[in-house]
């Protein structure tokens, strides 16, 4: 098993609807979409929660060694953003969130509401298939920071991911007390490992 490689043969995003298009971010898409947004609005999302929910074997972790990445899994809410994709724009940027974000059918893309200060909007975004061998939703909080505190890919150490997107988070102003949660523990086995407190961390199986 590795990280999502490129499938031709998988379905591209389908919108039946003309126009533009709302596509709900939780995470990188927000502070670097890759593409002009006609439009960004906050966005609450229910029924979804933002996770380390995505195996990596490859860019934050080994096959030895699995990192955890970010995931829109079942459950609870989720605080991001609404893009809007302009209708005349809709075929180039989906092309390119999909080879981005959906190489492999650990995601798949499905409608949605959004809260919005503006009022609810009808839009799409990405969320994490559980029959997917890449789910590894089912990890207590402290497995979850013992696996990325001592994990690294060839895009560097799993606990750099973490701490990016906490920072980002906090930089746009969307409070996830889970993240920073995470991130704590995380930072405390790091520590408690450089210093060999009470003994290495271990690297998960």
């Known amino acids: 098993m590795t990280d999502p490689q490129p499938n031709p043969e998988r379905s591209r995003i389908v919108v039946e609807e003309p126009g533009d298009v709302w596509f709900f971010a939780y995470g990188s898409l927000m502070w670097d979409p890759g593409f002009a947004p006609v439009e960004m609005r906050p966005a609450l999302l229910y029924g979804w929660h933002r996770a380390f929910c995505v195996r990596s074997v490859r860019y934050r972790g080994t096959p030895a060694a699995p990192g955890l990445v970010l995931g829109l899994d079942r459950g609870g809410s989720c605080r991001g953003r609404a893009l809007r994709v302009a209708g005349a724009d809709r075929e180039r940027v989906f092309g390119y ?33 559980r029959d997917n061998a890449l789910y590894d939703g089912a990890l207590a909080p402290l497995d979850m920071a013992r696996r990325i505190a001592v994990c690294a890919g060839e895009r560097g150490p799993n606990r750099d991911y973490l701490a990016h997107t906490v920072r980002h988070l906090d930089e746009l102003g969307i409070g996830d007390g889970p993240m920073h949660e995470l991130l704590a523990m995380v930072e405390r086995l790091a520590a408690e490992d450089e210093k060999g407190g009470r003994g290495k961390v271990g690297a998960p199986g």
Do not use: H
Not at 100 to 124: F, K
């Open 97 to 129: 969130l999909e080879e981005r974000e959906m190489p492999e059918e650990i995601y798949s893309c499905r409608r949605m509401t959004m809260a919005t200060p503006q009022g609810l909007i009808e839009g799409y975004g990405l969320v994490v298939n």
